[in-house]
């Protein structure tokens, strides 16, 4: 018996001493552990809430930086890190990966599932990603050119890919979801009439599972399930499935105590405006677009749904996040959500039946919201467009189930008079409770669009901004307790974990929305900011390191070619312009990225410099760019979009239009150095 007992205590030295497998997540460490953060949200719920409590509110100015490690990254961040027993696991643009020692910042290994940039669609794609997924010792990532892709966790190769969907049309931008010995994954498209789904893969073959379509396809070939069939009857006009929509492109969420999956879908627009589809119209509901949905995530089969959008309105439904929260002295198990419609949902998980609702934004699209029903009454359009309203994107929210209050980073209608050519959009973190449907604070930021958030048991939230800012508020007050200046605008998701019994703060910062393709880069960092470095910041309690130096500068516009094109045929360049799709990746009206650059990021037009205006035809006509993912308008077809070929007068016209563009920026860069 004494040997016996011997044997026992070296076996538990030995299992003492044996290092953890590598990326060791499954769903019974999901639902016990509290000290990593193993999947997206941290648990299953998706509330981006932490137990731990070693930073608090009453201490948390002894946090200091533990390390900093850079990452090469010219298109920034926008993603959400997974932490697994001292490793943390980020994806970057171009669905790149890293694992991170989470103690020293020493970069463990790198993987590259080298997307093709050579085809429109997917160029776009893969020029952000929102995050990954760790499951039994294999990391999953989406790739821009609509693959999964699964990575040994230990030594960073590729253990298989399975196509998701068709990488000639669409590509995935979101992370992938994992429970129950699958990973869930959907993608990009319903702006372009790519019909949505999510597909289940088995996590350890990467065997398809089921796929979920979101919408009904060619009713003459069948329907692929009863529920389909029944969607199918919402929808009208002359060949209306070629519309798609319904994508699924970042909100999927495990919920265990039900055994479902609930993910958000995007709209299906009435009007496409692409390609051959441009005049088709289509009425109806149009299900499950613009839906919250449920299906069992064993089998993929539909349970229920409710729908945000309207027949009218284009909307998109953001992250949902499970809590337990008590309605009327009765305890509710729900499902929460804040589409980009600017209202708060609230639905019981089981049924999707609507429970509360209200505006937490100005909403200038809707004249009332039937609290009955769940339904918003709309105002119809001014001159063809929707008024401007505020709303939720896809930065996750938190929930603490300590103060029973969700936390939002929202962006909304600015009340003031607007200076000229001033952004509408502020931002605002919001502290919402969800019973009482009311605000129990709010802090404005001066930009629209900043990162997810993170709330503790600390009596904590953080959350980074455009500005560069990293914060932490009081959770219950809403006070600002303490902030550092980071240099790079941070679109990204904060996180925290514990190693070795010291609990750190992680976020990850550079300019990463992926809306700064086509979006008023004012609206998302500052001048200085969005030049800021890509680099992931640790901090912890007592740490020292000096904070790296941001050498960000404003390059000078260079000077432009002389224009030698007349009024009329700049006119006619920027209907060409749009015409052609340009502005899908390089946005006229935006702020731009403020650079020339060819190293993975997606260049600024205005300041292209004298060698490329020469090489114009070369590149816009004849593709010389192709692999870099801008193909040649003068030699289609090849790309989804790029249907029609560009002549030679048109490329004149869009180049005209371009240098007009220039000269507007070089003139008011000339303002700005002249002013110093």
């Known amino acids: 018996m004494k040997k ?264 299906a627009t009435p009007e496409v405006l692409f390609g051959d589809k441009a005049d088709m119209k289509v009425g109806g509901d149009r299900l499950f677009a613009g839906c919250v949905v449920a299906v069992d995530a064993d089998t993929g089969e539909y349970r229920w749904h409710f729908q945000t959008s309207t027949q009218n309105f284009h909307n998109e439904n953001m992250h949902v996040l499970m809590a337990d929260v008590v309605i009327g002295g009765e305890k509710r198990h729900v499902a929460m959500t804040a589409p980009k419609n600017g209202f708060f949902y609230m639905l019981d998980a089981a049924t999707g039946k609507f429970l509360a609702g209200k505006a937490i934004a100005k909403v200038s699209w809707a004249a009332s919201f039937d609290p009955t029903s769940g339904r918003a009454v709309e105002l119809p359009a001014r001159e063809g467009r929707l008024p401007l309203s505020g709303g939720h994107n896809w930065w996750p929210m938190s929930y603490s189930p300590l103060t029973g209050l969700i936390y939002l980073p929202i962006h909304d209608v600015k009340a003031h008079s607007l200076a000229p050519n001033e952004f509408p959009e502020e931002g605002k973190l919001l502290a919402w409770d969800p019973v009482s449907e009311s605000s129990r604070w709010v802090v404005e930021q001066p930009i629209a669009t900043n990162s997810g958030v993170l709330s503790t048991a600390g009596n904590l939230v953080f959350q980074g901004e455009g500005t560069g800012e990293f914060a932490a508020y009081s959770a219950d007050s809403g006070r600002k307790v303490w902030s550092i200046s980071t240099g790079s605008a941070i679109h990204s998701v904060p996180v925290t974990f514990s190693v070795k019994g010291e609990q750190y703060i992680l976020v990850p910062v550079g300019w990463g929305s992926a809306s700064r393709l086509f979006a008023t880069g004012s609206s998302m960092a500052t001048p200085l900011a969005k030049r800021g470095p890509a680099r992931l910041l640790a901090f912890k309690l007592g740490a020292t390191t000096p904070f790296p130096a941001v050498t960000a500068r ?59 205006h020469r090489q114009w035809y070369e590149i816009v006509l004849a593709g010389s760019h192709r692999k870099y993912g801008m193909p040649g308008f003068g030699t289609p077809p090849g790309y989804p979009i790029v249907i029609r070929k560009m002549s030679r007068e048109e490329a004149d016209a869009i180049h005209a239009y371009i240098i007009d563009l220039s000269w507007q920026a070089y003139n008011e860069d000339q303002k700005r150095l002249h002013s110093k």
């Open 4 to 267: 016996l007992h011997i044997l026992i205590f070296v076996s538990i030295l030995a299992s003492a001493d044996t290092p953890p497998k590598a990326g060791d997540v499954t769903e019974a460490r999901v639902l016990a552990d509290s000290t990593n953060w193993l999947v997206g949200g941290r648990d299953f719920n998706e509330q981006h809430f932490s137990p731990l409590k070693q930073v608090t509110d009453q201490n948390i100015g002894k946090l200091g930086l533990a390390w900093a490690t850079d990452i090469e990254s010219p298109m920034g961040l926008a993603t959400e890190p997974i932490v697994v027993d001292g490793v943390i696991y980020v994806s970057l643009p171009q669905s790149r990966v890293y694992a991170v020692d989470a103690v020293s910042g020493k970069v463990l290994w790198r993987f590259d599932p080298k997307v093709r940039l050579d085809r429109m669609r997917n160029s776009w794609s893969a020029r952000s990603n929102r995050g990954l997924a760790v499951w039994a010792g294999k990391v999953y990532v989406g790739t821009g050119d609509c693959r999964l892709v699964a990575i040994d966790a230990a030594s960073g190769e590729k253990a298989w890919e399975s196509p998701v969907c068709d990488g000639s049309q669409t590509g995935i931008t979101g992370a992938p979801h994992v429970a129950k010995g699958k990973a869930f994954i959907g993608y990009n498209g319903s702006d372009i009439g790519v019909r949505g789904s999510v597909v289940a893969f088995d996590a350890e073959t990467g065997k398809q599972a089921w796929r979920f379509w979101t919408v009904p396809g060619d009713p003459a070939k069948g329907f692929e399930s009863k529920a389909l069939e029944m969607a199918a009857k919402t929808w009208s006009g002359d060949k209306w499935w070629e519309v798609g929509g319904g994508d699924v492109w970042d909100p999927i969420t495990y919920d265990p105590a039900t055994g479902f999956l609930i993910f958000g879908t995007a709209g």
């Open 554 to 612: 404003i390059p000078p516009v260079p000077r432009p070619p002389d224009q030698t094109f007349s009024k009329e045929v700049i006119k006619a360049g920027e209907a060409l312009y749009s015409k052609h799709i340009c502005f899908d990746c390089h946005a006229p009206h935006a702020d731009g990225s403020g650079a020339w650059t060819e190293d993975g990021a997606i260049p600024d037009l205005r300041y292209m410099p004298a060698e490329s």
